[in-house]
């Protein structure tokens, strides 16, 4: 995409030379971008004192003729926290810079990137995401955790599981992740993207397994930079024993507390799911562990009225994307829809960063 400029909003928006580094989401480098897409890049935000203040990473997906486009960060601030208005400010522009550079549509972030807020008409639903402080002492983390994943945490100890690391439990991971991925009808990447992503991140991506005589029962493939740690992909045994996935969890967190990383992100929870569903048990999950709830919102933007419409259709026959499916559920919980880009401050109970 060649420069451009949109004032309408207060910001100009304009392509920016990737300069990433250790204290920005490692899902904004180009060594991550580059595993995901072959058109990627940031897209800057410059207030009227021509300061550049922001950016969002993206990819831009082909399906036949449809131009998608995906951001795998949040709009990450640079020079101050953006308040709200600002940052939807910018993202206003961000939508006027990709419809007039002949993207069709934006697509959901999946869970890479949860937004404080959205551009104005875009289609949102609520979503989450639980993240850990790792500057709080050890003490601390530990006592936050809940007391029965604290007792499997003894549990499995007791019973000899061992938590390791390195880049040799790679083919193990892939497997367990893709059998994990398999008991839900999910299709996981091929194995060769797999060691692409590996390859392409290199010093910044852990692999943890927890073993219990000699035979691993839980892995998790965890992409980091000082600003924050990632449960990326994450698979068990069918019947591991007992504690071992809240030890690995627990000693990875540890792990990077001592390596200065700042944060670890469980990477994604649905808004009040479903009591009894599998959603609500992966949000109770990733809630045992002590970290905020920070809410935000998911969200796609039609750009081109047929092309959007394509992807629209495709996807729902599939049974949706998150927006799809967030969407409906609210709908058929309240009598308002789910919100449409604005910014708001909403009871748990319904709606609002993840």
Request: hydrophobic letters at 35%.
């Amino acid at each position: 995409m060649t420069a451009s400029e949109n004032t309408t909003t207060g910001f100009r928006v304009a392509p920016v030379p990737i300069q990433w580094h250790e204290d920005l989401p490692i899902y904004s480098s180009d060594r991550f971008l580059k595993t995901t897409a072959k058109e990627f890049g940031w897209l800057g935000g410059f207030d009227v004192s021509g300061q550049l203040r922001c950016y969002v990473a993206y990819t831009v997906l082909r399906k036949a003729t449809v131009r998608m486009v995906r951001f795998r960060a949040e709009t990450t601030s640079l020079a101050g926290q953006l308040d709200l208005q600002e940052e939807v400010a910018f993202l206003n522009g961000v939508v006027e810079y990709l419809r007039a550079h002949r993207a069709d549509i934006i697509i959901p972030s999946g869970n890479t990137a949860i937004f404080r807020t959205c551009p104005d008409g875009a289609l949102s639903a609520p979503y989450g995401t639980f993240i850990n402080d790792l500057s709080k002492p050890e003490e601390v983390l530990s006592k936050d955790i809940r007391k029965t994943f604290r007792q499997n945490i003894r549990k499995a100890a007791t019973e000899g599981v061992e938590i390791k690391s390195g880049s040799e439990y790679a083919d193990i991971a892939y497997d367990l992740v893709a059998e994990t991925l398999n008991r839900s009808k999910v299709e996981f990447k091929s194995r060769a993207e797999f060691n692409r992503l590996l390859s392409e991140l290199g010093p910044n991506v852990k692999i943890f397994v927890a073993q219990h005589k000699g035979v691993v029962q839980a892995c998790m493939v965890a992409p980091f930079s000082r600003y924050c740690a990632h449960n990326c992909y994450a698979g068990t045994r069918s019947e591991p024993v007992l504690g071992a996935m809240h030890m690995l969890h627990w000693e990875a967190m540890r792990d990077f507390r001592s390596m200065g990383v700042r944060r670890f992100d469980f990477q994604g929870v649905r808004i009040d799911p479903e009591k009894g569903s599998k959603q609500e048990g992966i949000a109770n999950y990733k809630r045992g562990f002590g970290g905020e709830l920070v809410k935000g919102f998911a969200w796609r933007y039609p750009l081109h009225p047929l092309k959007s419409k394509v992807y629209t259709l495709a996807i729902r026959w599939k049974g949706g994307d998150i927006v799809d499916q967030e969407r409906h559920k609210l709908a058929s919980t309240a009598s308002q829809p789910a919100p449409d880009g604005k910014n708001l401050e909403v009871s748990e109970s319904v709606s609002v960063r993840n």
